[in-house]
């Protein structure tokens, strides 16, 4: 099913000058890993693309030429033809897995200090600066993660989420600065789904920093969230950790 309408504002984030072509080759993977495309959607043009990462048409049709020989995308001629994505869940996951291979813990744990950072500073402004309505659409960021089952609907619920905050607090900056890392580095914290028991103890935790920005708290706003992404990134580098241990185990390592 062609889902290319809805899919045509997908919010991809502009990208540093080093690795471009590899840089687009994993968010696209990332997208597809999320579910924002499907098997059988067609990705926009190369144009859009190129516009959507701040990147020349060329190095979007070198990213997609990668993904046509790993099996990601295949390209049609014709008057409806495009790149359309071939690959399923289970092969995106698989390749962001070993992506999450290359990042070491000290890489893991400098993003989680940048997005204690920006989260704490964005929350702290939110209480400051939230209207009745905006507090209502934190909450309602909050009733979908309550919902939300599996890795990529949580992945996608707590994005939003963090985002939202940022977007209450009214800076421009702080918000993008949240996007982009979220876009960088954010599908790791949601290596690993949580369960029924996690998922509603970190709702719990949501819910206290909106009951934070909803009483103008600024300080324990910032403290909440800050403390928020601390626990996120425990997580994640025991994810890592144990992805590095099962390597081990199998011998799929690497020797050095």
Same mark, same amino acid.
């Given at each position: 099913?062609?889902? *290319?309408?809805?899919?045509?504002? $997908?919010?991809?984030? &502009?990208?540093?000058?080093?690795?471009?072509? @590899? !840089? $687009? $080759? &994993? &968010? =696209?993977? @990332?997208?597809?890993? =999320?579910?924002?495309?499907? !098997?059988?959607?067609? *990705?926009?043009? !190369?144009?859009? =693309?190129?516009?959507?990462f701040g990147v020349a048409t060329v190095t979007v049709r070198e990213a997609l030429s990668l993904l046509r020989e790993q099996g990601f995308v295949e390209t049609r001629r014709g008057r409806k033809g495009g790149s359309f994505v071939t690959a399923n869940f289970t092969i995106a996951h698989a390749r962001l897995l070993e992506e999450f291979r290359r990042y070491s813990v000290f890489d893991l744990r400098d993003y989680g200090d940048e997005r204690s950072a920006i989260s704490g500073h964005a929350a702290r402004l939110a209480a400051e600066r939230a209207t009745a309505d905006d507090i209502e659409q934190i909450a309602k960021k909050i009733r979908i993660m309550e919902k939300a089952t599996g890795r990529s609907e949580q992945r996608r619920a707590d994005m939003r989420f963090h985002v939202n905050v940022a977007m209450v607090s009214q800076s421009v900056r702080l918000t993008q600065a949240e996007m982009q890392l979220q876009s960088e580095l954010g599908m790791f914290l949601w290596i690993d789904p949580l369960d029924a028991a996690? *998922?509603?103890a970190y709702v719990d935790r949501l819910k206290t920093i909106q009951d934070a920005i909803a009483r103008g708290d600024g300080a324990l706003s910032s403290a909440l969230s800050i403390d928020l992404s601390k626990k996120n990134m425990e997580r994640v580098i025991d994810a890592r950790l144990r992805l590095e241990a099962t390597n081990d185990v199998t011998g799929t390592g690497d020797d050095q």
């Open positions: 099913m062609n889902h *290319l309408s809805s899919q045509q504002d $997908v919010p991809f984030f &502009r990208i540093p000058s080093a690795g471009k072509t @590899e !840089e $687009v $080759v &994993r &968010r =696209l993977i @990332e997208a597809i890993d =999320l579910g924002i495309f499907s !098997e059988e959607d067609q *990705l926009p043009s !190369e144009a859009d =693309l190129a516009s959507q996690a *998922l509603n």
